[in-house]
């Protein structure tokens, strides 16, 4: 079994910044690619920004140049760093991550989700 626990978000005034981390734990051989998504109610949950075991980065147009995803391969954790919040940033967001178990198969697990608000 693989958890994802995410930390960090909260409140945040337009132009502020908030920092996500998330932590894979569990049993298994390898995280392959870890992802931010987030979601609002009503719509559809969206990619925010995505980094493979390789580090090799993807992200939303509408967080490009605001909003940087990094890894820790040792801990097994992922980052996100935002900057230059909008109110339209305002969602639940939600930490993925591959997990490949030691069949060598792969799965897709989800944290919890943590608010980020941002208002003044």
């Known amino acids: 079994q693989v958890q994802v626990l995410e930390s960090g978000g909260g409140l945040a005034q337009p132009g502020g910044s908030l920092r996500l981390s998330c932590t894979a734990s569990g049993s298994f051989f390898s995280i392959d690619a870890m992802a931010w998504y987030r979601q609002d109610p009503g719509k559809v949950r969206e990619l925010v920004a995505r980094?493979?075991?390789?580090?090799?980065?993807t992200y939303a147009d509408s967080v490009k140049g605001r909003f940087t995803i990094s890894r820790d391969n040792a801990k097994n954790t992922v980052s996100l760093r935002m900057t230059d919040l909008k109110p339209e940033d305002t969602a639940v967001y939600y930490c993925?991550?591959?997990?490949?178990?030691?069949?060598?198969?792969?799965?897709?697990?989800w944290g919890q989700g943590t608010q980020v608000t941002v208002s003044s």
């Open positions: 993925n991550a591959a997990a490949i178990d030691y069949g060598y198969v792969g799965r897709s697990y």
């Open positions: 980094i493979t075991s390789g580090r090799n980065t």
